[in-house]
C-alpha cells in the first residue's frame, strides 16, 4: 500500500472519531433535555388517562385562554393604577428639633411629602416660648422659591433620598 494512502486513512479515522465524540456530547445533551421534559409530559399524560384525549386539551386551551384574559386584565389594572397613583405622596421626610434654645424635647419639626416626581410641601413647626408659628411651603421638582431653615433643607433631602438638597 502507498504512504499516502496509510496517512489518508490515519487522517480519516481521526476525523471519524471527533465526528463520534460530537455526536455523543450532542446526544447527551438532548437526552438531558429530554429528561427535562418528560416529567411535565406524563403529568399531562395523567391528566389524560381514561379520558377523551381531544376534551381534555380542549379544556386545557380554554383554562389557557382564561388565564391569557385575566393576565391581560390585570396589566390593564395595573398601568391604570401606575397613572392614577403618580401624583400620591410617595416620599416622606421628617426632622425634630429645637427652634428654641431654651426649650428641649424637640418640639419643633419640618416634614416634607412628595410626589414621585418630587413635587408637594414642607410643614414647618417651629415652638418657642413666645408661641407656635407653623409654615407651608410649595416643592417643585424637589425644590423650592423659599428660603430654608437647615432642618427643612434636611427633611427635604431625607424625602429625595439624596444626601445634599437639589439648587
Known amino acids: 500500500m502507498?504512504?499516502?494512502?496509510?496517512?489518508?486513512a490515519g487522517v480519516m479515522a481521526l476525523a471519524a472519531l471527533v465526528i463520534a465524540i460530537v455526536a455523543l456530547v450532542i446526544a447527551v445533551g438532548l437526552r438531558r433535555r429530554v429528561e427535562a421534559?418528560?416529567?411535565d409530559i406524563r403529568a399531562l399524560a395523567g391528566r389524560l388517562e381514561g379520558a377523551d384525549s381531544q376534551q381534555a386539551l380542549v379544556d386545557l386551551f380554554s383554562h389557557?385562554?382564561?388565564?391569557?384574559?385575566?393576565v391581560g386584565q390585570l396589566q390593564a389594572r395595573a398601568k391604570d393604577l401606575t397613572e392614577?397613583?403618580?401624583?400620591?405622596?410617595?416620599?416622606?421626610?421628617?426632622?425634630?428639633?429645637n427652634a428654641d434654645e431654651e426649650i428641649a424635647g424637640d418640639l419643633s419639626f419640618a416634614l416634607v411629602l412628595l410626589d414621585a416626581q418630587n413635587n408637594g410641601f414642607i410643614i414647618a413647626?417651629?415652638?418657642?416660648?413666645?408661641?407656635?408659628r407653623i409654615f407651608l411651603r410649595e416643592v417643585t421638582a424637589g425644590g423650592t422659591d423659599h428660603e430654608l431653615l437647615p432642618e427643612e433643607k434636611e427633611a427635604l433631602a431625607k424625602a429625595i433620598g439624596a444626601r445634599e438638597t437639589p439648587a
Open 125 to 132: 413647626s417651629l415652638y418657642t416660648l413666645e408661641g407656635s
Open 84 to 97: 392614577r397613583y403618580r401624583f400620591t405622596i410617595q416620599k416622606v421626610g421628617l426632622v425634630r428639633f
Open 2 to 8: 502507498p504512504g499516502w494512502l496509510l496517512q489518508t
Open 37 to 39: 421534559v418528560t416529567p
Open 64 to 70: 389557557l385562554e382564561a388565564n391569557s384574559r385575566k
